[in-house]
């Protein structure tokens, strides 16, 4: 079993930052990615940034400059750094991780709202 919990979301203002972590548990070997992904309401769940093994990157075109992702391997969690956060940056953001396996993993969620 492998779980994925998520924290740090919550309501900031437009300009505020805020920091996500997800947590990975369980039987795990090896981390081979892992990703922030967003959903708001009536959309589908979108790719914010991710991060590999070898700490290569990769961010949506909307959250490059102001997000950054980074990881602790001895923890074996990965973190979102979100500043300058904007209200469309609104929405669930879940964790994932990528094992090796024909299975995907995802977190439970956590909300993040961006509004005066």
């Known amino acids: 079993q492998v779980q994925l919990v998520e924290s740090g979301g919550g309501l900031v203002q437009p300009g505020g930052s805020l920091r996500l972590s997800c947590a990975a548990s369980g039987t795990i070997f090896r981390i081979y990615a892992m990703g922030w992904y967003r959903q708001a309401p009536g959309n589908q769940r979108d790719l914010v940034a991710a991060i590999t093994i070898d700490n290569t990157t990769k961010y949506a075109d909307s959250v490059k400059g102001r997000f950054t992702i980074f990881k602790d391997d001895a923890q074996n969690t990965m973190y979102l750094q979100m500043n300058s956060l904007k209200p469309e940056d609104t929405a669930v953001y879940y964790c994932?991780?990528?094992?090796?396996?024909?299975?995907?993993?995802w977190g439970q969620g956590t909300q993040v709202t961006v509004s005066s």
């Open positions: 994932n991780v990528d094992l090796g396996r024909p299975v995907e993993y």
